[in-house]
Structure formats: structure tokens, C-alpha cells
């Protein structure tokens, strides 16, 4: 005789995410709740496929007073999420895009990827590449999306990411390399990865420490590596960990300039540390930025807080000191 057991839940995150002991998840699509908008009007937003195959939207801003006269950077955010959460149209990721669009007087495109556990590691990364070459396809197009045209500076590309994002920015700074010949005339000139985060299988100090009242604790930060890294892999994999025994070094890798941003509270802190440490030993353009008192994702959670204006000035200087060669 065969018995079969009811599917029961293994990892619930309320409201938002439940994994089956099958397999299965099922997914909530949580009320949004109303956030204040400061830059009502001021920036105009749209949703465009760019991934037909795996229905990929990613969201498109633009100052509303945008004219052919000023030629626009470009901007990418990524979400963050542990790599099992988030998207474009939630309201937090939606909001600081408007407030990045207004700020940086950039075109900010907001990709969603493929979610874990349904699509683990590498799919987010390899979305993230899609999302570039999209932008290629419209740079080199004789009938571009008409948000781009006479305003787009495809020269002058940044591309930045959020905890799970910053992963996928590292990932997309090593992959297309110092220059991005793969993707010209597109032409990234630096990445900025916010709280990125990155694993492995021995603790950091700021792991071991955090605090009590962060909301990104060490506990959710594994339940999300297990569900997210290749099946029976560790949080040593490279796509985890940089600087894991598997990963390949990247001493003589060629890389543009990178931003990398914690804050002082942020259990991933540590490990974001001894990333900019090594990539600067090894003699590449990077500058870390450590805001005092703010736990993982301030910059979302609090957009117009005192450590959230001075991040915003510290990515303008980052735009205007890398836009030219």
C-alpha cells in the first residue's frame, strides 16, 4: 500500500512566501501599502518586457522634464531580497527609483529577475545580464523604445544593486568586464553595490554580533542561502562567496570603479569590508562607504533619512567623477 503524505509547509515567510515539503511555493501578493511620493509628477515610470521567455518585466523612470538638450545617464537598480523576494513594484524598491530618477537627473531601469527557490542560483545572474544586453539591443536599434531617444546616454551606464542586487552586480562587474566591449556601444563606467550581500560557510565577526533589533538577522539570511544556492551547494559557492575555496580568483580581472555602501549595523557589513579591502589590495578602483547607526537596506527603508541624502550625494559624485574616461 501506498501512503501519501499532505504537502506541509518548510519555510514560511508570512504574507509574502510558503515552501512546501514537495517542492511547491506559493506566493502572496501583498496590499500595497500607500507610501508618501515627494517626487509626484516630477518622474514619469512604465513597465517593459525585456525577457519574452521567462516574462521579465523591468521598470523605466524618467524626469518628466527630460529634453533632447541634456543627454541622461543611465542607472540600473536592482532589488534586493535574498534572491527568494522582492520585485520591481513593490513599493519601497518603486519609491527610491523615483527618488533616484529625480535626483540623479538619470533614465533608471529597474529589472525584476527569476525568484528562488523556483529558479536558484545562477537565474537571477543570468537575468541580470538580460537586462543589459536589453539595453544594448535599444542602443543599437533603428527603433529604440522612445523613452531613450535623443535624451539616453548610452555612454555613460551606471549599474547598482540592493543586498541580493549588489550580488548581481558584482557578478555583472566581473562578467562584462573593465570597458563592457561585450555590450557596446553601451558603456558602463561604474557599479555601485548597496549592503550586498554575500555568504560563506564561516561566520564574520558583524554575523556572530548583530543586533538585536536589525531586521536582517544571520537566521534569515541562511533560510534564504538554502534556498537560493544550487542544490547541495554551500554558502561557499562562488556565486556566494567571492572569495570561497572554489572561487576563481580575481586578482588579475580587469574591473571598472565600484562603490560598495554598508551600514555600521548591517550583518553582511563584515564581509562587505573584506571585499573592498582585497579588491583594493589588488589595485582596483573601489571605494567603501560605511554609514554609522543604519542596519541592511536604510537607503530603501528610510529614503529621505540624514545617512540616505548623504548616500544620494555620494552616488552623484560617483556618476559625475566616472562619466568621462
Not at 47 to 53: K, Y
Not at 83 to 112: E, M, N, W
Not at 308 to 317: A, E, T
Request: aromatic fraction near 10%.
Amino acid at each position: 500500500t501506498t501512503t501519501t503524505t499532505t504537502p506541509y509547509v518548510v519555510e514560511d515567510f508570512p504574507g509574502i512566501l510558503q515552501v512546501y515539503s514537495d517542492g511547491s511555493t506559493v506566493r502572496t501578493d501583498l496590499p500595497t501599502p500607500e507610501l508618501a511620493v515627494h517626487e509626484e509628477g516630477t518622474v514619469i515610470w512604465k513597465d517593459v518586457l525585456f525577457h519574452p521567455i521567462h516574462g521579465l518585466y523591468l521598470r523605466l523612470y524618467k524626469p518628466a522634464s527630460a529634453t533632447s538638450s541634456t543627454k541622461l545617464p543611465i542607472f540600473y537598480y536592482i532589488h534586493g531580497g535574498g534572491f527568494c523576494l522582492g520585485s520591481r513594484t513593490r513599493p519601497y524598491c518603486h519609491k527610491y527609483c523615483l527618488r533616484l530618477a529625480s535626483d540623479l537627473q538619470a533614465i533608471v531601469i529597474a529589472p525584476d529577475y527569476r525568484l528562488a527557490p523556483e529558479n536558484r542560483l545562477p537565474a537571477a545572474i543570468e537575468d541580470g545580464f538580460t537586462a543589459v544586453k536589453w539595453l544594448q539591443a535599444q542602443a543599437l536599434s533603428d527603433n529604440p523604445d522612445t523613452w531613450f531617444t535623443d535624451v539616453a546616454d548610452f555612454d555613460r551606464v551606471f549599474i547598482s544593486g540592493d543586498s541580493a542586487g549588489g550580488n548581481i552586480v558584482h557578478h555583472l562587474a566581473i562578467g562584462l568586464r573593465a570597458g563592457s566591449p561585450e555590450v557596446a556601444p553601451v558603456r558602463v563606467r561604474g557599479y555601485v553595490q548597496l549592503a550586498s550581500y554575500f555568504g560563506g560557510t564561516e561566520r564574520v565577526k558583524s554575523e556572530l554580533e548583530g543586533q538585536k533589533e536589525a531586521h536582517w538577522t544571520t537566521e534569515l539570511s541562511d533560510r534564504l542561502w538554502k534556498l537560493s544556492t544550487p542544490v547541495g551547494e554551500t554558502t561557499d559557492h562562488p556565486l556566494v562567496n567571492p572569495f570561497g575555496p572554489a572561487s576563481p580568483s580575481l586578482e588579475s580581472v580587469a574591473l571598472d570603479p565600484i562603490l560598495a555602501v554598508s551600514g555600521s549595523y548591517d550583518i553582511l557589513k563584515d564581509r562587505i569590508v573584506d571585499y573592498a579591502k582585497r579588491l583594493k589590495e589588488w589595485g582596483k578602483k573601489i571605494e567603501y562607504a560605511e554609514f554609522e547607526g543604519v542596519d541592511h537596506g536604510f537607503f530603501t527603508a528610510q529614503p529621505y533619512s540624514e545617512s540616505s541624502n548623504k548616500l544620494m550625494q555620494l552616488i552623484k559624485r560617483f556618476i559625475t567623477e566616472n562619466s568621462s574616461n
